[in-house]
């Protein structure tokens, strides 16, 4: 019988933190969605027309992906069983690879299991002590993670400032540099100007990884993402697409020179030290290039949608966000207003969450409005009229 010690100071600074983190509006908690994925939900247990998924072409319930997945799990089963250099790579991850470098025209693509494993393996791979991370303030955590992780100096700098990211550059004696960047920053919308990164990363030397986590599928001709977005080429670029957002399912691929993709697979620990996903996600993901390749009514709809959006909101006390994208984000501020505003949205039956810090830098809560080619004009003439009104009440 072991005898409980009277203090266990480790739990009781664990509850601490956790009464400070619901005392300052920062506790987070998860609703529990009931219906698949769409612009109509039911969330803990009532209807609700949803702005806050990133399933921005309206894929991920789509009835040739549900037939594509049912179809390969009577094929392929379930389970993958082991890691892709075991056993594991299945001739349907394979043929997704294929088909995604042909897609992006880049020469060769690995699948990762999730954007965030891929991010922490390209960088990890790329760089080590003696190099150094430049990233953007903005930049998805897992980017920040992975450069933590590599050990190699980590530089941020102000949010798309390319003097500031110049300076930074010129000053660095490093063997090894690598530019991270959002292609499209996830709580902002904006797009970074990765023509101009590159032409830093040519004139110093260093790699560019572009995480297009929320451009790929929507941006560019056939939904090639980011680099088609800007024409863009060169062996310095590590692409980075997930799988779990336009394309509606599930996973990430990273694309670039054959080399760089070959390196990835010998040294990207979270590559080879992982179960392969399911082959049958690998499947679906065919289906769903094709939707992409397919779905400029898809894309012209949403852009539709965020003009209409933008258009009609009229809310000067807050501050609709510069962005061409579906991510439309309205700037309120402090914490306990923007979760009330998020609240009443709810009570009229419509959700948009809050996004608070740590997630956004401070004072800078927001609602994070997403749209989708799932919305009709009806459901955002819906949400104009009720941000409109709740605004005007204050
Ligand atoms: C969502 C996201 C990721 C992580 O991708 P997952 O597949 O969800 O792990 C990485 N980068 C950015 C910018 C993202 O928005």
């Known amino acids: 019988m072991i005898k409980p010690s009277p203090t266990f100071k480790a739990l009781e600074h664990i509850r601490h933190e956790l009464a400070q983190l619901k005392a300052r509006g920062l506790q987070r908690s998860r609703r529990l969605l009931e219906s698949p994925q769409g612009a109509h939900v039911r969330v803990d247990g009532r209807a609700v027309l949803s702005f806050c998924s990133n399933d921005y072409l309206g894929l991920a319930s789509h009835h040739a992906l549900i037939s594509a997945a049912g179809a390969a799990a009577q094929t392929m089963g379930v389970g993958a069983g082991a890691s892709h250099l075991i056993t594991g790579h299945h001739a349907v991850h394979h043929a997704l690879e294929t088909r995604f470098a042909e897609f992006v025209g880049l020469p060769a693509a690995l699948l990762f299991s999730t954007g965030y494993m891929a991010n922490i393996g390209v960088v990890t791979a790329l760089v080590g002590r003696g190099g150094e991370v430049f990233a953007d303030r903005l930049n998805h955590a897992s980017l920040n993670d992975a450069a933590l992780l590599s050990r190699a100096k980590f530089t941020r700098y102000p949010h798309n400032d390319l003097a500031a990211l110049e300076t930074r550059l010129t000053a660095s004696r490093a063997s090894q540099k690598l530019v991270l ?4 920053f996830s709580m902002d919308g904006d797009l970074a100007p990765l023509p101009d990164l590159l032409a830093l990363c040519e004139r110093y030397d260093a790699w560019l990884l572009v995480d297009d986590a929320h451009g790929f599928g929507v941006l560019g001709p056939g939904g090639r993402g980011a680099l088609a977005h800007f024409g863009l080429a060169s062996p310095r670029i590590v692409y980075m697409a997930t799988l779990g957002k336009a394309a509606g399912v ?3 691929v990273v694309a670039g020179e054959a080399e760089v993709i070959e390196w990835l697979l010998q040294k990207a620990r979270t590559y080879i030290y992982t179960t392969a996903t399911p082959p049958l996600l690998s499947a679906t993901l065919l289906a ?3 939707l992409i ?11 539709k949608l965020i003009v209409q959006l933008r258009a009609g909101l009229c809310i000067p006390n807050w501050q609709l966000m510069d962005s061409p994208t579906p ?20 009570e009229r039956g419509i959700l948009v969450p809050a996004i608070r810090p740590p997630t956004v830098p401070a004072s800078s809560a927001r609602l994070r409005i997403s749209l989708s080619a799932a919305h009709t004009e009806t459901d955002v003439a819906q949400l104009v009229d009720a941000l409109n009104s709740i605004h005007a009440d204050g």
């Open 181 to 184: 960047a959002d292609a499209v």
């Open 250 to 252: 599930f996973g990430a």
């Open 288 to 290: 769903s290039l094709d």
């Open 293 to 303: 390749e397919a779905g400029n009514g898809r894309r012209t709809h949403l852009q």
């Open 327 to 346: 991510i439309q984000p309205v700037l309120i501020g402090s914490n306990d207003a923007a979760l009330a505003a998020s609240q009443r949205l709810l």
